[in-house]
């Protein structure tokens, strides 16, 4: 750390002049403003009056190989000394970006050999959209446009990625979501299944992306789109039958499927790719985060060899592309990330532990407030609840996971709440000595969270 730094100076600078993302100003100001990260190191980060803190959420989800590996920061050093800026537009490369493409369509089924290069996960997404709009355009089905998401579903920030999600806040600011994005219910047993075995409620949420397909008209309809796995809306693992039979239905209609691989990719479910996990064969696949680990902005989208098809040969020039496209250092950083993973054997380390955290986490379901704890690879949620048999929530949707978040930094873990559900995603590079240490942390956060709320409880 900076020992010269002067913290109260800093956070009174913020406070001045920091506009941040995502964040209540007036509670953020009124509360003695942003708490500064100042280092980190494999699993842990440091605040600035010194705390060391445990990160089970790598970061904001992207941090796969952990922190503080040099060997990303030389791969910068490295590419800025040789070439810091050269764009891939207008019939031009550059080494990392080529070599990058083809690591990531070596990662991927055989049937993704197209790697197109962006900065973030929403832009990824904006640039799914405004590909598969195209390629129907190409085939002569420019009605196409209507794309199906779901509720709760995360896909960025942009006006197009925060209109395909499905987050009720975002859209209620700024009109959106744009027109022709349409979302259904999302796979949520926990919160929807009700009486239902987790089996039949798959298939009823499934059967509501039937509905929907058949309420627009499947030859209006451009895409599917969903994360393997929900992230953001809460940590949703669908049920198995979920996703054969949203398959089997957008297969009978020629409808592709997108996977938002952008916190499930890079290993996070024990696979390289959520769709491994959950068993779906995607057209398209979006990533970011883990593809750098967050060590660089970075992003790309995967289209698979039917969707790419004649669309070269017909569809002249696409009109599409960022500055930053395929940015060297990013694609250095992002090459070495690879390396790492394949060489260090992370992804089969994440299968390896998931189970013994699953074993360490599984044992909180004990807690008098929690109602399920889920988990997998090494994503996962522990559902608040104010009655453990029928699953019912504490008033006021929300406060609950406030309260144990701010009882986790407390005791210097850092998890976040997604409404009442708490979430996670360590780094993959997590040890058993460490989960232990998370999962200590966690249940003196959760007894905290219920000594508040305990009066409360059914
Ligand atoms: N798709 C998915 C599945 C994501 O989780 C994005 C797209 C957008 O990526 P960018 O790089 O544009 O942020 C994300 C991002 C949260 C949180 O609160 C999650 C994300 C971003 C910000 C906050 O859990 N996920």
Redesign the pocket.
């Known amino acids: 750390m900076n020992k010269n730094l002067n913290i109260e100076e800093l956070v009174a600078a913020d406070n001045a002049h920091h506009f941040h993302p ?1 964040t209540d100003h007036k509670s953020l100001h009124s509360e003695g403003g942003a708490r500064v990260i100042t280092q980190a190191s494999g699993v842990h980060i440091w605040d600035g009056k010194g705390n060391k803190l445990f990160d089970a959420m790598a970061g ?2 992207c941090v796969n190989i952990g922190y503080g590996r040099k060997e990303l920061a030389d791969a910068a050093y490295r590419q800025m000394q040789d070439l810091p800026f050269y764009n891939t537009f207008f019939k031009t490369t550059t080494v990392p970006a080529t070599l990058l493409a083809e690591k990531v369509a070596s990662l991927l089924p055989d049937r993704f050999k197209q790697i197109f290069f962006v900065n ?6 904006d640039t799914m959209v405004r590909f598969i709009r195209r390629y129907w355009e190409v085939q002569g089905q420019p009605e196409r446009q209507h794309i199906v998401s779901r509720h709760r579903a ?4 942009t006006c197009i ?1 925060a209109s395909l999600g499905g987050m009720s806040a975002m859209h209620a600011q700024g009109g959106l979501p744009l027109p022709n994005f349409h979302h259904v219910l999302e796979p949520d047993w926990f919160q929807h299944g009700g009486d239902m075995s987790p089996e039949e409620f798959g298939l009823k949420a499934a059967r509501e992306v039937e509905a929907k397909i058949k309420e627009l008209g499947p030859d209006k309809v451009a895409a599917f789109v969903g ?1 393997p796995i929900q ?2 809306g809460g940590v949703i693992v669908p049920p198995d039958s979920y996703w054969p039979y949203v398959q089997k239905v957008c297969r009978e209609h020629g409808i592709p499927i997108v996977a ?1 691989e ?2 499930c990719g890079f290993g996070r479910t024990g696979n390289w790719w959520g769709h491994e996990t959950m068993g779906i064969d995607p057209d398209i696949v ?1 990533m ?2 883990g593809l750098s680990s967050g060590y660089q902005p970075i ?1 790309a989208v995967a289209v698979s060899d039917g969707l790419i098809g004649d669309f070269f040969d017909k569809g002249g020039e696409f009109f599409h592309g960022y500055t930053y496209s395929g940015h060297p250092v990013a694609c250095a950083v992002a090459l070495e990330n690879i390396r790492i993973m394949q060489d260090e054997k992370l992804i089969e380390h994440t299968a390896a532990i998931a189970p013994y955290v699953e074993e360490k986490m599984g044992a909180l379901s004990d807690h008098p407030i929690v109602g399920e704890v889920r988990v997998k690879g090494l994503i996962g949620a522990i559902e608040l609840v104010r009655d453990k048999q029928t699953r019912a929530r504490f008033d006021d949707l929300g406060r609950v996971g406030g309260i144990c978040r701010e009882h986790c930094f407390d005791n210097n873990l850092v998890m ?1 709440a ?1 409404w009442d559900t708490m979430v996670f995603s360590p780094p993959l590079c997590i040890t058993e000595a460490e989960v232990d240490e998370w999962v200590d942390l966690t249940r003196k956060a959760l007894d905290a969270t219920y000594a508040d709320v305990k009066g409360e409880l059914s």
Do not use: M, Q
């Open positions: 995502f904001l989800w973030s996960g929403s832009e990824a997404n995360y896909h960025g920030s990625s994360e992230g953001a938002d952008v916190i979006v970011a985060k992003g976040r997604c």
